[in-house]
């Protein structure tokens, strides 16, 4: 028995998709142009709803627009037949997906929406199809050579279905002037939302900040340091910083220095700081990198600008970029 290729399979089955999903740009018509502007301006919710293949694309849309704040979850068309149809009303646009359109499941949906004035965006391959029909906005998607060795499993079709909710979900980010900062908000845990965080967001800021009159002595700073409990001190001049001194500092420097001597004797000149927009991940590379616990946090433009001398912003300790995960 011949030994079967499977990498010469996987590479063809990949070439026909590649192939096939350049057709999507057949999709992108004055139709889309409505379908995200409709979407951008519903007052309700966006119900994605499919059957099979189509619904698990279905699920991955509505699963996009959600972590991109646009409210959305998905209605499964056998469920809404029995009761769930109550889950959406006039204010709300309905996503449905069918290759083909003609899935019976979709009928008592789509009548359900046609009678009761819920716009819906149908997205198939079929111009004379139920789900084509039905829809406010129909979207053709081009008719696609599946890639399996038969011809017939959907996968192909899948792929550029999902392709077009894609390309939807990105036009919405555009009109909606989406930015990282507000990824970051549906993003607060895991990968997403570690690779995202800013110090402003791990900075401790106001009464926490460790700051010290440059005119104090070692015993006013001692107590100072001790009641913030991060273990080290800004000194300040004018609420501006001048330097920075450590509990180390402090002991070491108490052997030759009396209680009344100005802490700024002890002091280290031109501690290192960091831009308060610059990224949580940078600025824990550059706490390894300088084998330090803290860094000061000026405002971006005086980090921009390196002022020597500048009002902190806060200050960010090792502890606190642990408690969010980083390593």
């Known amino acids: 028995m011949a030994k079967i290729n499977f990498i010469k399979i996987a590479k063809k089955s990949a070439s026909i998709q590649i192939r096939e999903l350049k057709k999507i740009n057949k999709t992108f018509n004055q139709n889309f142009v409505k379908s995200v502007e409709a979407i951008h301006k519903t007052k309700g919710k966006v119900v994605c709803s499919g059957i099979g293949k189509s619904g698990l694309i279905a699920r991955k849309v509505s699963a996009s627009l959600s972590s991109v704040g646009i409210s959305s979850f998905f209605l499964d068309p056998n469920s809404a037949i029995h009761g769930d149809l109550g889950q959406i009303d006039k204010r709300d646009i309905l996503i449905v997906f069918s290759y083909s359109g003609n899935t019976s499941e979709l009928t008592s949906l789509l009548k359900y929406a046609n009678r009761f004035g819920i716009k819906v965006i149908g997205i198939a391959s079929e111009k004379d199809s139920i789900l084509i029909k039905a829809s406010d906005i129909p979207l053709m998607l081009p008719k696609v050579k599946e890639a399996d060795p038969i011809g017939m499993v959907p996968s192909s079709s899948t792929s550029i279905t999902l392709l077009l909710g894609d390309c939807l979900m990105s036009a919405l980010l555009t009109k909606q002037k989406f930015t990282k900062e507000r990824f970051k908000v549906y993003h ?3 990968n997403l939302g570690r690779a995202l965080l800013l110090v402003k967001d791990v900075m401790l800021t106001g009464n926490k900040i460790p700051l010290i009159n440059f005119s104090n002595n ?51 000149k031109k501690p290192f700081y960091i831009g308060e927009s610059v990224s949580a991940a940078k600025a824990l590379s550059i706490m390894n990198d300088k084998k330090i616990t803290s860094l000061i946090v000026s405002s971006d433009l005086d980090y921009e600008k390196k002022k020597a001398m500048f009002k902190p912003k806060g200050i960010l300790h090792i502890h606190s970029l642990l408690k969010y995960g980083m390593r």
Request: charged fraction near 25%.
């Open 218 to 268: 070692i015993v006013s700073a001692v107590k100072i340091i001790s009641k913030k409990n991060l273990g080290i001190g800004i000194v300040a001049k004018n609420k501006k910083v001048i330097g920075i001194v450590t509990d180390g500092d402090i002991r070491r420097g108490a052997r030759n220095y009396s209680k009344k001597t100005k802490i700024t004797t002890l002091m280290s």
């Open 188 to 190: 607060p845990g895991g």
